[in-house]
C-alpha cells in the first residue's frame, strides 16, 4: 500500500443542518417514539440487523434507537457529508488539522513495517519503525537489568511525568494490561502540578532504582516541566544523600541513567540535559490525545515488553483497516459515530456513559474524556465559521458493577436520556470461583442484565403482579426503553485494548466529520495556560499583579493568601 500526500487546500466544511438527509433525520425525530420492546416483537432479525464485528470486537446495536428508516437516513448523511472523503483524507496524510496546519496521522504509528507512506518525500513508517525499535531496546534493556541507574542498580520503578495525552492514554493502557506486566518492575504516573501527586508517587522510592520518563510532546507543558525539575532534585539530593553521587560529571551521568524523554522538541529535551541518545521522538502529526500509540506509551512498553507492545499496535490497526476499507454499512465506527449524532442532534442527549465491565479498564472513561471532548468540543468549523448544529457530548462512566451502586438509578429513572456503551470481555485474566460460582460469570451476569433492565424496564402491570402496594407502584415502575450498545471482546489483551482505543478514535472522527469541525486542535485550553501564568505573581503576593485582577478573581486570592 502506497499513500501519498496531497496538498490540496481544505475544502469548507459541509453544512450538515442544509443535507437531505438532515431533513429526512429531522422528520424521523419529529415524531420518534422510541419502542424497544416493539420492535423486538415485530423485527425477529433486530439482532442479527444491527450486530456488527470489527476485528475481535462484537458489537451489539441492536438495544440502541437504530431502525432501518434512521440508519438509512444517517447513511444518507454519510453521503452528504462526504465523509468518505475526509476519512481517506486523513489516511492519506492531508493536512486535514488546518488550525495547526498539520497532518492527522495517528494511523500511521501502527502501520506495519513495510508499509508506505509519504509525507512530503519522507517515508513516514520508516521514521516510525526506527523510533519504535529505539523504543523496544531500550525497554529490554530495562527489562533483562542490563540498564542499571548510577549506582549499578537494576530499575524498578518507571515514573512517568506527563499530563493529557501524554498520561491518560499511558495510565489507562498500563492499568488495563497490568496482568501482562513484568514482575518486579513498577510504572507510576505523575501528572497534576499538585506537590501532592510528585510526593505521593516517589516518597517512598529508591533513587537507586527509580528512572524517570518525562512524556511531553510539547516539552514546554507547565505541569510536566515543574514535575520534572522536580524530579530531577529529588533524584540528584536522593543520590548525594547515598554517598552515589559527588559532583557535577557524576550528576550528569546519573541524570543519564535515571531520566529519558518522550518529545516532538528533542532540542528542548538537550537543553534539560537529558542526552539526545536517550530521547524517542514522535511528529507533530500526532495529536497529543492520540499519541499512546507512539513512544509516549514508552513506561507501557517498558511494563509489557516489546512483543506485546507490537501486538497492541497490531490491534489499533486492524480497526484502522477495518475502518478505511469495510463498507459504510458494516463499518462499526461510522455505524456508531453516526448513532452518536442522531442522540446528541436529534433526540437531544446531552451526554453519553462508557461503562466497563472490566476492572482493568477502570481508566478508560477519563482517557475517552480527552479523546472524545479535547477533540469535538468546539464552537466553530475547521474555516473558523460557527457550528451550525450542537456538536460534542459530555463522556463520562466508570467501571461496572460499581457504578450500578452509584449513579445506575439515574439511568434506569431518571428523567434524562443517556445512551451508554458497556465493554466487556469473556474472559478474565484471574478466573477465581466463590463455591460453585464463577466469580467472571457474576461478573457477565450483571452486564446482561442492566442492558435488559434498561431495555425492557418493568411496566406498571408487572410491577401490580409482584402484590406491590398500589401507593408505590410508581416508585417501582422501570420505563425501560433505554439505549444501550454492547462491545465485547474475547479478553483483554493487549491487541484488543488497541482494538477499542481505535474504535473510539473513529468514532470521534466521524462525528467530528459530520459536524465540520476540526477535531484535532484544542485551542480551547489556552486561555486558562495564560492567564494561570499572569496570576502566579498577584497568588505568591505581588499586590501589582493582584490589582489587575477582576474583582472576583482578586477577592478569591485575598482569602487563599489570608488562609496560607
Ligand atoms: O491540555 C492541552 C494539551 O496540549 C493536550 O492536548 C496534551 O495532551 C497535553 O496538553 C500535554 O501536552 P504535552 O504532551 O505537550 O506536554
Redesign the pocket.
Known sequence: MVLRTSVAPMSAPVDPTAASAWSSLRRLADSFTPDLRGWFDSEPERVDLYTFDAADLHVDLSKSYLTAEVLAALFALVTDTDIVSRRDAMFAGDRINVTEDRAVLHTALRLPKGAALEIDGRDVVADVHAELDKMYAFADQVRSGEWVGASGKRIETVVNI?????DLGPVMVYEALLPYKQQGLECRFVSNIDPTDLWEKTHDLDPETTLFIIA???FT?LE?MTNARLAKKWLLDGLAGAGVINDAEQQAEAIAKHFVAVSTALDLVADFGIDPANAFGFWDWVG??YSVDSVIGTSVCVAIGPERFAEFLSGFHAIDEHFRTTAVEQNVPMIMGLLNVWYNNFLDAQSHAVLPYAQYLHRFPAYLQQLTM?SNGKSVRWDSSPVTTQTGEVFWGEPGTNGQHAFYQLLHQGTKLIPADFIAVANSAHPLTDGDADVHDLLMSNFFAQTAALAWGKTEEEVRAEGTAEEIVGARVFPGNRPTAAILAPELSPKIVGELIALYEHITFVEGAIWGIDSFD?WG?ELGKVLAKQLAPAVSGDEAALEQADPSTRAQIEWYRAHR
Not at 162 to 166: A, D
Open positions: 506527563g499530563i493529557g495525552g501524554s511531553s510532546k510539547t507543558t510536566t497529543g490525545r479535547e484544542q485550553v
